[in-house]
């Protein structure tokens, strides 16, 4: 498969990726309420596979730890996104693939938001806006080819 | 004087699934809800709770995103993601599929009913809104497909008496429609919101209409008429809700009965507002009355007050459940 020719961007800086999460001894203790932090939701994401490269989100910087806001308290996440380039075809893919993800993943009380890092994408209003619509986001998880391709991106590399 | 909302019932309507909408029939009696099962509930108060007397399975291939009974409450149409309309007969206690209203190229999202029940509207991801005219033949036929919104249409909603029709969408707009030599056609583009305006609701009088946006306001439109003896209308915003909600407003419901204007919020929560007795017409100011902050567990996506009891209101959540709340001033 000549794959290479229908690249957008065929060669994206690649990146280093971040060590394992040490677990603290309250983290292990189960009678400690453990809140959700930012580092766990971001191990959650990080190794979503991007739809075009055999690279992981983290690796081609697209997901940042420091680009992950929660509160566990007010049950609320927000992630920022960067697309390798601003007009990246790719770009409502890759939200909806961390946004299923993190559905997938929390207690259904958490509200996720998830938009595009302000300024890096052409189209960053309209794809900030289709994420934030629950109702096409439902709409396009009853798509079996869509759904399809977002598992994909979500299982994990052998 | 102290407003309360209590809760009077909470039920798993749609288990493991969202609920979508809910709708009462025009005497009240029943509730229809739908959801994420691709199912329709019909649910009966009996005794002290609440039972589900039909589920409707068979329609839909996907979602069914809203329901609407007909005026006379024999018919109840409802809206679905596989871009289908169904229309149920109501015999007996059963319902049946009379037919499946087809021709939107993709999700239908919502479905709506002229006050005289011989028109029905439908409005689509495809932009578009569709009117369909039945016969006494129970057959319905297309009868005008406007193409007014650049975007996605969220909500139609029919004018309490007339045949006047309005439509909510993501291009940020509300546009409302008359029939004219035939044709329906778009008499007036309602602009302000900065987001998607996701739902419509009109007072009792017909001469305004409240609409809800992801921008996190509501706004009141009313009906003015610019020139003497002109027949064109114009509406214009009189009064803007912000700063009440945290999140998206997904529906307004416009109680027909005490004026009171309900919220369904993507925080959880439900709202009730006021209008101050003695705000100017054309400038009008609202109050919270009551706001229920953990109404449901999660976004709550319906709001819909009974048509005979005053005050008596349901919503219906993300969660899958359904409550049926009370509203009522405590001396």
Redesign the interface.
Known sequence: MSGAARLENANPLIFQRSGERCLTAEEEDENVADPIDDREIFDLIRSINDPEHPLSLEELNVVEQVRVRVNDPESTVSVEFTPTIPHCSMATLIGLSIKVKLLRSLPDRFKIDVHITPGTHASEDAVNKQLADKERVAAALENSQLLEVVNQCLSSRT | MKEVLNKLHKFSAHPDS?CWYVAWNPPGTLLASCG?DRAIRIWKKEGDSWECQNVLSEGHQ??V?KVAWSPCGNYLASAS?DATTCIWAKKGDDFECLTVLEGHE??V?CVAWAPSGSLLATCS?DKSVWVWEVDEEEEYECVSVVNAHTQ?V?HVVWHPTQELLASAS?DNSVRLYREEDDDWVCKATLEGHT??VWSLAFDPSGQRLASCS?DRTVKIWKECHPGEGDNSTDWKCVCTLSGFHG??VYDVAWCQLTGALATAC??DGVRVFREDPNSDPDQTTFSLAVHAPKAH???INCVAWHPKEAGLLASCS??GEIAIWSYQTEA
């Open positions: 969202r994420g996907r979602t995103r993601f993709n999700e999202k991801r996605d969220k993501y987001s998607t992801d999140r998206t993507g925080d567990n999660q976004d993300d969660d």
